[in-house]
């Protein structure tokens, strides 16, 4: 950002503790939570105001849209995603509601999911396998597909435990097919990057998998305008910010249909945002701030007037990531580094000594690995080639 633009923070006393003193001069204020869910920012960024007369409320995660929103709503701010936007883009049942209006295909059949019967009720409606999910969850968290009666009585008996508890869960008929996730850009309501990936396996696979991957689409591929297409509709349909990227994921079912399975005004996650740095050049949440922020914007090509989503074409033929996520023990040793199966990009947190339990999330990983090739089947190869080397020299006890 600009020298001339001033800065307050609310963050976390972790996130605090790891900024060193350069970093913190940048800010007028630093307002440090102990509990980010709490309340109090709300009020306090509302409070504060009259001090600091805000002209922008700027959110990276996802958890903050809604609360950034409001609190835009609260100080009378048109500039940033408003609260119908940010509902839209994270209640999964009021977007699937939306798009469905719109003749946009979504999964045949969703509903609110507030108690055990709305779960057993809903598959004697409509049958097996379906998926229970946060309606306004993301990274897979807490998401469960029900395949037959035997994982429908496991369900029941450890995750709808709570009987005074909002559930707040939107359960669905399942979508067969492969997982694509399509990436991209608007800035002033202009289309100006959308690309397609191809998950390896499926996110939901967290728990049970070695791994999370995609890799991104050649431009020889037919499916790549049709999920542009596709996406760009889904876009349209929604009440979408001036300015935000956005990641979608969609279904390509057998019988030849794009399903959406949900949409979000954020950055993706895992490897998703070095993926599209190598591909297209553009750090998509450096972009993102300095347009909530009305500040200039990096990289300038973006901002062509001229310039729309068919103009961008990736620099590589397809790179993609892997994160490979922990076993459950004690980490003895593990590569650093990687110079082998074209790698772009290596890191993680994963040191020697460290002990971890199963996966949480889709993203939670002990590394993230960027790899590349001239052809989607050998970026796929070297995805998978990378993913056995590093597990072959780790060892765990």
């Not at 990436?183 to 998998?209: E, F, H, R, T």
């Not at 300038?300 to 033929?317: C, E, K, M, Q």
Request: hydrophobic share 35%; proline share 4%; glycine share 6%.
């Amino acid at each position: 950002l600009s020298d001339d633009v001033k800065l307050v923070m609310f963050t976390t006393s972790d996130i605090y503790d790891r900024m060193d003193d350069q970093k913190r001069s940048r800010y007028e204020l630093i307002h440090v939570f102990d509990d980010y869910h709490s309340g109090l920012i709300e009020y306090e960024a509302t409070r504060t105001n009259s001090i600091y007369n805000y002209t922008c409320v700027v959110c990276l995660d996802e958890e903050d849209l809604i609360r950034c929103a409001r609190i835009r709503q609260n100080l009378g701010l048109e500039n940033g995603q408003s609260l119908i936007s940010a509902m839209q883009y994270r209640d999964k049942i009021l977007m699937k509601t939306v798009l469905q209006d719109n003749g946009i295909r979504v999964p045949d059949h969703f509903a609110e999911c507030e108690s055990a019967s709305d779960v057993f009720n809903f598959i004697n409606m409509y049958g097996y396998p379906v998926v229970v999910k946060p309606r306004k969850g993301y990274g897979s968290v807490s998401t469960s597909i029900i395949k037959d009666e035997q994982e429908l009585e496991a369900f029941l008996a450890t995750f709808l435990d709570n009987l005074d508890a909002t559930l707040d869960l939107e359960i669905e008929t399942f979508c067969h097919g492969p997982m694509y996730h399509i990436d991209g850009m608007v800035i002033d309501n202009q289309l100006k990057l959308i690309w397609p990936s191809l998950y390896v396996n499926l996110c939901i696979d967290y728990g049970n998998a070695r791994y999370n991957a995609s890799y991104s689409l050649a431009t020889s591929n037919a499916m790549v305008k049709r999920l542009q297409l596709y996406v760009k509709s889904v876009i349209d349909a929604l009440d979408s910010p001036k300015c935000f990227p956005f990641h979608a994921e969609v279904f390509h079912t057998p019988d030849d249909e794009l399903i959406l399975c949900e949409i979000a005004s954020r950055v993706g996650g895992a490897g998703i945002r070095h993926v599209t740095k190598e591909l297209f050049d553009i750090e998509l949440d450096k972009t993102w701030v300095q347009t909530q922020c009305g500040d200039y914007i990096t990289p300038d090509w973006i901002t062509y007037p001229a310039h729309n989503w068919l103009d961008t074409v990736p620099s590589l033929g397809s790179a993609g990531w892997i994160i490979i996520f922990p076993k459950e023990g004690t980490l003895i040793n593990c590569p650093d580094d990687c110079n082998q199966f074209n790698c772009l990009l290596f890191y993680g947190g994963a040191k020697p000594g460290n002990v971890y339990n199963k996966a949480e999330h889709s993203a939670d990983s002990m590394v993230t690995i960027l790899v590349y090739g001239e052809t989607e089947r050998e970026c796929e190869q070297n995805l998978m080639e990378v993913l056995q080397w590093y597990e072959n020299n780790c060892t765990w006890e």
